[in-house]
């Protein structure tokens, strides 16, 4: 089997080759001719390796040749690796400290051993490069292929659904008509795939803006397609996509093979392993790893290596999955390189570099004997520890694997981090994560010179982290989300200045007066910070105005989701409103949280300028801005889909927002429209909030001399919640008034007056037509109403119009005491659920009748409830039922019988009720009946001897 050629590892070898710690060295070392020419070998073995990565497949000796290759080259990057981390250790202004870590602490001898150690280096690539010279690359073994036997689970696709798809990978949406001679190409390939998907849309995927003819005829006439057909046969043709793969991205395939099948992916952990391994290559200094890692990231995506892509709210990709005969591919690929293994590591071969398990450690692992005979080991990844284990071995972990860059140890249950951790001068990934007895970093994790991403994500005990975290200068990932007993940053913190991930930064009380702790002005310099950063005890700054113009926040430009957070309420306005203007975002932030701020008035950046400091804003949340009486003219952003207000306590409907909501008129919001794209908007715990604003003084004004009234009308309806299509409305119960929100599909009111829902009352269908743009009427799918003190019945026509209504929940209105006739107009409803509501007495509604969709009730806390009203009978295809709490029940009506298709029936809570109706006889379809807390019913429904038991026996599931 063809190996994949370290291409990336002889380039980072060539750059520490020319680094100016290396040549300076080698004069002291006496090897500067050595080096020299050492560089000019491995540049032509680079320069020739990708004609060989095309003829290895053909070729024994050569695949050996590439084999050979590998190991040279990976122990020479970790030689050339140990000697600039010992020799920058050494720079350090920490000698004592750090000595005891060094191979030697004898500097002389260090540099003899490395010397000697170079030479060997050289003279095993003058081998590497006699051997090379004999070939011609032209020479050809016997063709032979390794394939895997297996249960067939691919699926197949009709030929014209199959070219459908290959056209649409290959040639994608271009406008220009595709090359007849590519179709009739394409057309042969096609058939030659067997109807296989997987097999069209990878190799489609990898023909995609290729448009030389030559290029389709080597896919087409490959020797793969003379193997015979089958799952190993896809297997190969997978495989021919593979062969046609860059050469830099086949080790960051192939290094995929340590997760199972069927994981998930994380992108971003990928992408950082990937870094770590040292497999990808950046082209310039202004060019961020990260970012070629996702371009990575996305060509394997886009020739369909990966599948089943979630995506965050904002359309970043989070996570993907690998179609298992991809992964097979994968891990035939990896060869001896990457394996998965079982926990107790059997047939493990010696030369492995990279291992993971296919299940979790046990509570009490131990490091296996086959593992120990591993001496090359650069990568040890737990991807399904999902439940903590705990491990004697860690020292052994340490000494037995010195040239590891990746060390998965999360939810390892450790109290202690080994201080031998700072021996791991290789290391690159250090995950501590959800070891929830860690409470302290040992000193020596400091020492990891090379350690880009350290991950601590919930270990909730851990207290601070390294005072001379400063040092980890190579750090680019600081992972602390859920470590909440964190209560400082550490100084020197600012010196990292390659950090993107810093999803926390605590403020420290007592920061002004220690040295050992960061003030906010740490972040001045961390301008490659993005994701997320939250900011904690904004309280605790003292001089507003100046710390946070040292923040530096608006050059950060990476940074998509801000938290800014003040914990208690003592603060000084004057400060805290300093403190805010000074903290204005990047404009391409995405996401804002601003709570506890103090202050009466926002930043002007905010008031005056908000569509220009933050165009791009898509969520927004205020939250115990106590102080706060007038809202920012939120309405002016033109991206916002979310909107989350909480406990403003002095937040009520003034002039002054009518004008902030108003000045949409003198803003460049798209077509004037009123909050454009808004899509959700909570409010909760608001109690001085009496009126949203119904009519804003901006409209469209059409003059055309076609344009009726009408029209004008709706032109300035047009104006509100466009987009709207989630309303919570929790603890406001001073609010009176809301506008018209045609689309809502989901509407959530706790704690409110009726008037509220009067407000939201909807036109008929005959009405929409004129007033609102031909909108249906409201488009409700789900709506859940409590605690409303003064509803006694629904709007006369709030029922009628909700024609879309699948879910209607109405639970602790007190003085409910209907559910009057419209709720059989809701013809779409597949769930009602009614829930303490004290006066509500559905026994008596003798004109009610549940709508004929119904497919489950649930009616809990009636104390008034009597019986199941005649009406129940109208919910013919109903499914599940459920009575809860309703102490008055005392019998069941006869028309319970024609609820033919009720599949489960639950009781529970109903002591007055005392027996079963015959009609229980025809409920054939019913498959589970449970009783409970129902006094004597139980006793007559037991098995065989109950008087009821004959009117239940044919049911399959009882209990009692």
Known sequence: MAEAIPFTVLGDILKALGSLSLQEASLLLGVKDDLKKLENTLSTIRSVVLDVDEMQETSHLLQDWVRKLKDVAFDSDDLLDEFITEQALRGHTIAKKTRKFFSSSNPIAFHFKMAHRIKEIKLKFDEIAIEMSKFSFGGVANFRRVTRKREHTHSFILASKGWSLFNQLAFGDHQEKEPLELVEIGKKILKKCGGVPLAIKTLASMLWLKRDENEWLSVQNDEIWKLPRGESGILAVLKLSYDRMPIHLKLCFSYCSLFPKEYEIEKKKLIQLWIAQGHIETSGRDCQVEDVGEQYFEELLSRSFFQDVKRDDYGGII??????????????????????????????????????????????????????????????????????????????????????????????????????????KHLRYLDLSRN???????????????????????????????????????????????????????????????????????????????????????????????????????????????????????????????????????????????????????????????????????????????????????????????????????NQLPKLKVLRLYVLSALEYTSSISHFFA?????????????????????????????????????????????????????????????????????????????????????????????????????????????????????????????????????????????????????????????????????????????????????????????????????????????????????????????????????????????????????DGCPCLTSLPECMLRLTALQELSISNCGALAARCQRDVGEDWPLIAHIPCIFC
């Open 663 to 907: 000045s949409s008129s003198s803003s460049n919001v798209k077509d004037d429209l009123f909050f454009p794209s808004l899509k959700e908007l909570m409010l909760y715990d608001l109690p001085a909030l009496t009126e949203w604003p119904r009519e804003p003084t901006a409209t469209i004004t059409d003059h055309s001399s076609t344009s009726t009234e009408n029209q004008k009308q709706s032109q300035q309806h047009q104006l509100f919640f466009p987009c709207l299509n989630q309303l919570t409305i929790l603890d406001c119960p001073s609010l009176l008034s809301m506008p018209l929100v045609p689309f809502l599909e989901e509407l959530v009111l706790d704690n409110f007056m009726t008037k509220l829902l009067v407000s939201m009352d909807v036109p008929s269908a005959h009405e929409s037509s004129s007033q609102l743009l031909h909108l249906s009427p409201y488009r409700l799918r789900f709506v859940r109403l409590g605690h409303c003190k003064d509803l006694e019945s629904f709007p006369e026509n709030w029922m009628k119009n909700l024609c879309f209504l699948e879910c209607l929940e109405i639970c602790n209105c007190h003085k409910l005491t209907t559910l009057s006739q419209g709720i059989q107009q809701l013809t779409a409803l597949r769930e009602l659920k009614i829930s303490y509501c004290e006066e509500l007495d559905l026994s008596n509604d003798e004109c009610m009748e549940f709508p004929g969709n119904l497919l489950s009730i649930a009616i809990i806390g009636l104390p008034k409830l009597a019986s199941l009203p005649v009406g129940t009978q109208g919910a013919a295809k109903l499914e599940h039922l459920l009575l809860k709490d309703c102490p008055a029940l005392k019998t069941l009506p006869k028309c319970l019988g024609n609820l033919t298709l009720l599949q489960e029936f639950q009781i």
């Open 319 to 424: 996570s993907c999955k690998m179609h298992g005969l991809i992964h097979d591919l994968a891990q035939l690929v990896a060869g001896t390189d990457c394996t998965i293994s079982h926990p107790n590591a059997g047939n493990i071969c010696e030369k492995v570099r990279h291992i993971s398990f296919d299940s979790f450690l046990p509570s009490s692992w131990e490091l296996p004997m086959s593992l120990l005979k591993v001496k090359k080991m650069r990568t040890f990844l737990l991807p399904v520890q999902y439940w903590p284990w705990h491990t004697s071995s860690f020292d052994n972990l340490i000494s037995c694997f010195p040239r590891l860059r990746v060390l998965d140890l999360h939810n390892a249950t450790m109290a202690k981090l080994p201080s031998d951790i700072g021996k791991l």
């Open 436 to 634: 929830v007895q860690l409470t302290k970093l040992p000193g020596s994790i400091c020492m990891l010179w090379n350690l880009q991403t350290l991950k601590l994500e919930n270990c909730h005990k851990l207290k601070e982290l390294p005072g001379d975290i400063g040092r980890l200068t190579k750090l680019r990932h600081l992972e602390i989300k859920g470590c909440g007993k964190l209560s400082y940053m550490p100084s020197g913190l600012g010196k990292l200045t390659s950090l993107q991930t810093l999803s926390r930064f605590i403020i420290g009380k007592d920061y002004s007066m220690s040295r050992g702790i960061a003030g906010i002005s740490e972040l001045n310099c961390l301008n490659y910070l993005g994701g997320e950063l939250l900011i904690r005890n904004l309280e605790c700054v003292k001089d507003g105005k100046a710390e946070s113009k040292e923040t530096n926040l608006k050059a950060k430009r990476h940074l998509k989701i801000l938290r800014l957070i003040w914990c208690e309420e003592k603060g000084d306005e004057a400060v805290e409103a300093a403190l805010f203007e000074g903290l204005q975002p990047p404009t391409n932030l995405q996401n804002l949280h601003v709570d506890g701020y103090g202050a009466l008035t926002f930043p002007s950046w905010i008031i005056d300028d908000l569509f220009l400091a933050l165009p791009n804003l898509v969520e927004v949340t205020l939250e115990n801005c106590t102080r706060c009486k007038m809202l920012p003219p939120f």
